[in-house]
């Protein structure tokens, strides 16, 4: 739909987003030793995404993995299938949306209850994958639940700022968030009544931005407001007060369900 750039919105709190560059090395990481050839074969990719992805049948207790893929309390695959990603493009997308939208989610929460956050809508999204398809025993992996609820954040707390992105892949715009953000959530309300199948989970998507969007009042600092004005009319951004320094303290392969990005090929 677009490929987001750049948002151009300072910094007012901490000195630099150290919580989501982290999560994002983390992912490439892990993208790093499980989904390339160099370094994972197909099998070896397949049972980690079994043993670390989210099935739905496991979860609803209408199917049971076998014994050699068990390796977490089900409970943990609620978070750990966001740190998988199937290819360079999965990877890509959902990493490029955090890097862009993140570093103001966590400038509005502070470090550590960023990573609540974000976890907390990755569970989200694997919830509403869940509800979606309760039978489902394809894994789901990806990044997206999580991505999607800082981008539903995003909205609620700057939608006048002005975002620099590719329409189309192609076309260079800079609008305001509440246009592009709400035009991208939009998007996954019609994709998720209209598109059936494939793997891509809408619904993921959905409860990604759900839970996004009900956390921000309660997990933001009280001196930040939601629905601010627009930075471009204001003067020179805030100093940054950094927190640490203020405070001193199956036989054939599967079908992935995936959350983000192109259907595979079959």
Same mark, same amino acid.
């Given at each position: 739909?677009?490929i987001?750039?750049?948002?151009?919105?300072?910094?007012?709190?901490?000195?630099?987003?150290?919580?989501?560059?982290a999560?994002?090395a983390?992912?490439?990481?892990?993208?790093?030793?499980? +989904?390339?050839?160099?370094?994972?074969? +197909?099998q070896?990719?397949?049972?980690?995404?079994f043993?670390?992805?989210? %099935?739905?049948a496991?979860?609803?207790?209408?199917?049971?993995?076998?014994?050699?893929?068990?390796? /977490?309390?089900?409970?943990?695959?609620?978070l750990?299938y966001?740190?998988?990603? %199937?290819?360079?493009?999965?990877?890509?997308?959902?990493? /490029?949306? /955090?890097w862009?939208?993140?570093d103001?989610?966590?400038?509005?929460?502070?470090?550590?209850?960023?990573?609540?956050?974000?976890?907390?809508?990755?569970?989200?999204?694997?919830?509403?994958?869940?509800?979606? %398809?309760?039978q489902?025993q +394809?894994?789901?992996?990806?990044?997206?639940?999580?991505t999607?609820?800082?981008?539903?954040?995003?909205l609620?707390?700057?939608?006048?700022?002005?975002?620099?992105?590719?329409a189309l892949?192609?076309?260079?715009?800079?609008?305001?968030?509440? !246009?592009?953000?709400?035009? !991208?959530?939009a998007?996954?309300?019609?994709?998720?009544?209209?598109?059936e199948?494939?793997? %891509?989970? !809408?619904?993921?998507?959905?409860?990604?931005?759900?839970m996004?969007?009900?956390?921000?009042?309660?997990?933001k600092r009280?001196?930040?407001?939601?629905?601010?004005k627009?930075?471009?009319k204001?003067?020179?951004?805030?100093?940054?007060?950094?927190?640490?320094?203020?405070?001193?303290t199956?036989?054939?392969?599967?079908?992935l369900?995936?959350d !983000?990005?192109?259907?595979?090929?079959?």
């Amino acid at each position: 739909m677009f490929i987001p750039l750049h948002d151009a919105n300072a910094l007012e709190h901490i000195k630099r987003q150290y919580m989501t560059l982290a999560l994002i090395a983390i992912n490439i990481v892990i993208f790093l030793f499980t +989904a390339t050839p160099q370094i994972s074969n +197909a099998q070896e990719a397949n049972a980690i995404f079994f043993s670390f992805g989210f %099935v739905p049948a496991v979860i609803n207790d209408t199917a049971t993995l076998p014994a050699h893929y068990i390796v /977490l309390p089900e409970a943990v695959n609620y978070l750990s299938y966001a740190f998988l990603h %199937v290819d360079f493009m999965h990877v890509a997308g959902n990493m /490029l949306f /955090l890097w862009v939208f993140g570093d103001n989610i966590e400038d509005a929460m502070g470090h550590y209850r960023f990573l609540a956050f974000y976890l907390l809508c990755a569970a989200g999204g694997a919830f509403a994958h869940s509800l979606a %398809v309760p039978q489902s025993q +394809a894994p789901l992996i990806g990044a997206s639940g999580a991505t999607a609820g800082v981008v539903g954040a995003y909205l609620l707390l700057h939608p006048h700022v002005k975002i620099w992105i590719l329409a189309l892949g192609r076309i260079p715009l800079r609008l305001s968030a509440m !246009w592009i953000l709400g035009a !991208w959530i939009a998007y996954q309300v019609f994709s998720f009544i209209t598109f059936e199948g494939g793997q %891509v989970s !809408w619904a993921a998507h959905l409860g990604g931005i759900i839970m996004g969007i009900i956390l921000i009042p309660f997990m933001k600092r009280s001196s930040v407001s939601l629905f601010d004005k627009d930075i471009s009319k204001t003067d020179a951004p805030t100093p940054y007060i950094d927190e640490t320094e203020a405070s001193n303290t199956p036989a054939n392969k599967p079908q992935l369900s995936r959350d !983000w990005g192109r259907p595979d090929e079959r």
